[in-house]
């Protein structure tokens, strides 16, 4: 029986392409769709806390993420249009994403973070 990719071996979380316009709006989505504690402080460091949580299944603080070790939190960015984005504001997420990444390597965590991005046309945007 060979094996398929499944829910078992990743977490899919959508985030809306137009939430990279500023540090604020994305934080906001990043606590909704992770269901991130109400201290979580929407800043960088915070953000690369919680992220590098998903890791332990004692400490993990977000809500939405059911810890299974060598799992995959795989970001789906929606409706990508590198114009629109606040360049400053997508650099600092994915070094935020690294970051947590390089935390969780040195954990020993298994559990890493993907982003993925899904592009729109700007012609029909």
């Known amino acids: 029986m060979s094996k398929i990719l499944s829910e078992f071996h990743f977490s899919l979380r959508y985030i809306d392409g137009s939430c990279l316009r500023s540090p604020a709006s994305l934080h906001k989505e990043l606590a909704f769709i992770l269901g991130l504690p109400p ?3 929407r800043n960088w ?3 690369i806390d919680c992220l ?3 890791g332990s299944k004692k400490d993990n ?4 993420w059911d ?3 060598g799992k995959r939190l795989v970001f789906s960015i929606r409706d990508f249009v590198p114009e629109n984005a ?3 504001t997508l650099m600092s997420f994915l070094q935020a994403v690294a970051d947590a990444n390089c935390r969780l390597a040195q954990q020993e ?6 982003i993925e991005y899904i592009a729109s046309d700007p012609k029909t945007t």
Do not use: P
């Open 67 to 69: 810890w299974v070790d």
């Open 52 to 54: 590098s949580s998903i």
């Open 45 to 47: 460091d915070a953000l």
């Open 39 to 41: 201290w979580y402080g």
């Open 61 to 64: 603080v977000c809500l939405h």
């Open 86 to 88: 606040d360049s400053s």
């Open 109 to 114: 965590s298994l559990n890493r973070i993907w």
